[in-house]
């Protein structure tokens, strides 16, 4: 096999699905994605923090091929709208500093630098790992795949035995690279000597433990730029650069180089440094290096697809991924811009998504983990219906039914956990007893109730332009919200009042949710680390 069956800009390796009445091969190349992103439908990689990744890579090669990576000449908002209008540029288009832009202009010039296994300079690979690492302590594929069993992660998708070994092919081996990139364990790893430097603790991956939101829309040239943000005025392609674009290796010695823009944020902030090792034949990986990429203390970049909370410091962190934590619970910070300084934060992207399409979709990728231990839990793959750019801003109104929508399901959601919690103690007489039997049962009942709740009143809400009437009833809501809760909290605890004891505890209990019930405007307006505080 030839040496360019590992390249990814002509090798097939990325899984799409075809809009309705299309048809191609289940796995596409750069080149191929690129010049039939209009008849893609979306992705189809089944593994949420890889198919974040492989966006995120998107992203950066749609900047590129649109020379859309810098702000000017003219309105960055209307060279995209030229896109839209025109479809990706396939041919070379050579741009004032020599550079080459257009699908065939950019992916002939740097077509060297996507080899998987080239010898010299293999795509986001150190190949000085060869020699500053033992290469008889190497991580090997099942460290490399994070769904495969591995120290003390358990194996997702099937059974893996280090004597038999299946060796992952082109696709699995690209995917899981960029798996590590953004979503890598910190701590130990392989040891790696650098100079006066030798160890083997690595710093967590950008996205560890992070969830991330992307705008989704009809097909794949849609969606690619409406994942794009505008670089600021002062970025240029010829220092926001990719990791494939730089002459020369990083220093691992030396801090992580700050991004200097959009591309370079999207692709050039990993913690951990790898290198692939392909079988005989070229054709799969048969190990792997993985170590520290830098010494220095960690940079948090920014990312324009997270949500930022706000703690009580005042300090930003991303929303942590909780596959028990639904997506409309999110949808307010998602649309809304930040209203007070403990509001979240909305991802950038957001601003500018509805701009390529009224009506699309959120997509959250993330990866349930340890933030700071190396154990994988769950993936979290959740679209959103469609949502409507200018709910909150056709609706001149100061109640902000959508944000009152999300807060009104999670206030009965804490009632009735705190009722749940209350009612169990008492009835057992025994603090250290735990609730979690009642608990799950309760929430399991009513999370999902509250989901279905949320969407059927938020497309009712108007979306006509300048509407002075949401078409939001508070009172309502509040009256749903709380019958879903006790609904479920009257089911969980009904097998134990017929006894007195048992009467009594569940009587008492249940007027938490009654005084939400009765006061919602008061429950609502109790701070929200107050609550729950209350509730453990």
């Not at 992070?210 to 969606?223: G, M, V």
């Not at 909305?346 to 009506?359: E, G, R, T, W």
């Not at 944000?403 to 169990?424: C, I, P, V």
Request: charged letters at 25%; hydrophobic letters at 40%.
């Amino acid at each position: 096999m030839s040496a360019s069956a590992s390249n990814l800009i002509d090798q097939p390796w990325i899984p799409v699905a075809w809009l309705d009445g299309k048809s191609g091969p289940s796995h596409v190349s750069l080149r191929s994605l690129f010049l039939q992103a209009r008849e893609i439908r979306a992705l189809a990689i089944p593994e949420a923090p890889a198919h974040s990744a492989v966006l995120r890579v998107l992203y950066a090669l749609t900047a590129r091929i649109t020379a859309l990576d810098e702000s000017g000449p003219g309105s960055w908002g209307d060279r995209r709208e030229q896109i839209l209008e025109q479809g990706f540029p396939e041919q070379s288009i050579e741009l004032p500093d020599g550079r080459q832009a257009g699908i065939v202009g950019y992916f002939d010039q740097w077509t060297h630098r996507f080899d998987l296994f080239d010898r010299e300079r293999p795509w986001l690979q150190d190949p000085r790992l060869l020699d500053q690492c033992d290469r008889n302590r190497t991580a090997g594929v099942h460290k490399l795949v994070m769904s495969r069993a591995a120290g003390n992660n358990h194996s997702w998708f099937g059974h893996w035995s280090h004597e038999h070994l299946v060796l992952p092919n082109l696709s699995q081996t690209a995917l899981s690279l960029l798996t590590w990139h953004y979503w890598g364990a910190p701590g130990a790893l392989s040891s790696r000597a650098v100079g006066q430097v030798s160890h083997h603790y690595a710093k967590a991956s950008p996205l560890r433990a992070a969830l991330s939101y992307h705008p989704e829309c009809d097909n794949l040239f849609l969606t690619l730029l409406a994942g794009l943000t505008p670089p600021d005025g002062d970025v240029s392609r010829q220092s926001d650069l990719c990791p494939w674009e730089r002459d020369d290796l990083p220093d691992p010695l030396e801090p992580m180089p700050e991004p200097q823009g959009p591309c370079s944020r999207l692709t050039a902030c990993s913690q951990h440094a790898l290198h692939l090792v392909p079988d005989q034949d070229r054709e799969h990986t048969a190990d792997a290096y993985i170590t520290w990429a830098y010494d220095a203390e960690r940079i948090r970049p920014e990312d324009d697809y997270l949500i930022w909370d706000i703690d009580k410091d005042g300090k930003t962190f991303p929303r942590a991924a909780r596959s028990s934590r639904s997506l409309w619970r999110d949808v307010d910070a998602l649309l809304l811009k930040q209203l007070d300084d403990s509001s979240p934060v909305q991802p950038k992207v957001m601003d500018h998504a509805f701009d390529v399409s009224q009506y699309l979709r959120v997509r959250a990728l993330g990866f349930e983990q340890d933030a700071s231990q190396a154990a994988n839990h769950q993936f979290i793959d959740s679209t959103t219906p469609v949502l409507l750019s200018r709910v909150e801003e056709d609706v001149v109104s100061a109640e902000l039914p959508v944000r009152w929508l999300r807060e009104l399901g999670e206030l009965f959601g804490e009632r009735l956990e705190q009722a749940t919690k209350e009612a169990w103690l008492t009835y057992t007489d025994d603090k250290k007893n735990d609730p979690g039997a009642w608990l799950d049962a309760a929430m399991a009942r009513y999370w999902p109730a509250a989901e279905d709740e949320f969407w059927s009143r938020f497309r009712q809400l108007s979306r006509s332009d300048g509407a002075r009437e949401p078409g939001f009833d508070f009172d309502a809501t509040c009256r749903a919200f709380g019958r879903h809760a006790l609904d479920a909290y009257e089911t969980v605890t009904d097998s134990v009042t017929r006894i007195p004891r048992g009467a009594k505890a569940v009587t008492r209990a249940k007027a938490i949710i009654l005084a939400a019930l009765k006061d919602p405007h008061k429950a609502m307006e109790q701070p929200r680390t107050k609550r729950a505080a209350k509730q453990s």
